[in-house]
């Protein structure tokens, strides 16, 4: 009982760095979109940023609940 409310936690603090990290992106593009691009770390935070937000992180938890997490590491 004690680890769902550790879990819980976690998902909503991954969820608030998250939104920092999103806000941050579009404050960058609002200064300058055309500098925004020209740096490699900002299109590598784009990257994480949208892969996040379209729930891959969340891929691993289904993985590991339904028993696929151990077969897709053989595969690799």
């Given at each position: 009982m004690q680890n769902y409310h550790y879990e819980m936690l976690f998902d909503v603090i991954d969820e608030i760095i998250l939104g920092v990290y999103a806000a941050e992106i579009l404050l960058k593009w609002y200064c300058?979109?055309?500098?925004?691009?020209?740096?490699?770390?900002?299109?590598?935070?784009?990257?994480?940023?949208?892969?996040?937000?379209?729930?891959?992180?969340?891929?691993?938890?289904?993985?590991?609940?339904?028993?696929?997490?151990?077969?897709?590491?053989?595969?690799?």
């Open positions: 300058s979109f055309t500098l925004f691009w020209k740096c490699g770390w900002n299109i590598f935070d784009l990257f994480i940023v949208v892969v996040m937000l379209m729930g891959v992180g969340k891929l691993d938890k289904c993985l590991a609940i339904s028993g696929w997490k151990a077969t897709l590491l053989r595969w690799m």
